[in-house]
């Protein structure tokens, strides 16, 4: 059943939802009906708004035991790169907005995040471990060169040597390589880079609002040049679509500096899988039925299964596949499958003017 479509006197300009149907928690639906008044009415372009929160907290805890962290903070409540298949759609459900056009346009920021952030570490009971940013919405989306959110984060836990790591595909991170490049000298940082394909017309079709995939090869040779770790994450990995590149892609990010590598199989919680095959029907029509039936068959029978240990990477004859074109290619082109860990011994508070300055 196709998705209802937003106004239609609303103008979509560079978007990856045509919908904005209601969350999963809203009680009422509403569609788009003619009156019968044979009006003329104006177009109107949708345009991003924003709202401010101010949180209570922002040091949100991980359990999932298929991460590698414990923690993370997201600056950013929806993302303005429009990214079609992103998993985090769904979290604007609990703000009581649609996770389709809602999730693009109305996002929101938490300006007071870094001071939030600075009492929760300085608490005696913290104990430290890397922070991860970027894994629900970019930290580097485009409304972060006004707010500067992300920017005012590094400076307090570069302050406070605490360890992080950070996925974007925003180029707004090559603001910040005098913090990044400086951190990484410490060993504090680490970057994941997320290129889904090679091929910018079907990038743009799929994250109408995000770099294209040159621009962020080119971002991974900044970094690397600023000497910060630099993993590529084939994220996400589509079936039938995006699937065949996973080798070009990872030649390529060895070629622009990235030390190491990882994917991750197409995600459709929620309202996400109904936006994607409404997305493949109007753009992919002739791959439509090819790529769901090949995502089916790496999750269950369904389009998509949540279970521990297998939501990455699926499962099955062609998951199993996938996992071993991965581990040649990452033999072929020297990337590792992990980065380092980033040092976590040396946190503390910040010396204040009149400490007894140690000589060691």
Known sequence: MSLPPADPFLRLRARGAASNAAGRFEPYRRVTENDGWDIPEDERLLRTEISEERPRSVLNPVSSPDLGFDRSVNPYRGCEHGCI?????PSHAYLGLSAGLDFETRLVARPEAPAILAREIARKSYACAPIAFGTNTDPYQPIEARYRIMRRMLELLSDW??????????TLVERDLDLLGAMARRSLVQVGIS????????????????????????VIEALARAGVPVRVMVAPLIPVLTEPELERILAAARDAGARAAS??????????????????DRH????????????REMRGGKDYDAEWGTRMTGEGVHADLTARRFALALKRTGLAAKLPP???FGFGPPPRPGDQLSLF
């Open 263 to 280: 994917y991750i199989l197409l995600r459709l919680p929620h309202e996400v899988a109904p936006l994607f095959r409404d997305w493949l």
């Open 161 to 170: 040597n605490h360890p992080l790591g950070i996925v974007t595909k925003g």
């Open 85 to 89: 298949y992103c998993f985090a759609r």
């Open 195 to 218: 290129v889904t394909t090679l091929d910018a017309d079907l990038a743009r079709r799929l994250e109408p609002r995000a770099p294209a995939p040159a621009r962020r090869l080119r």
């Open 284 to 295: 992919e029509p002739g791959r439509a039925a090819h790529v769901m039936a090949r995502l």
């Open 342 to 344: 980033p040092n976590r």
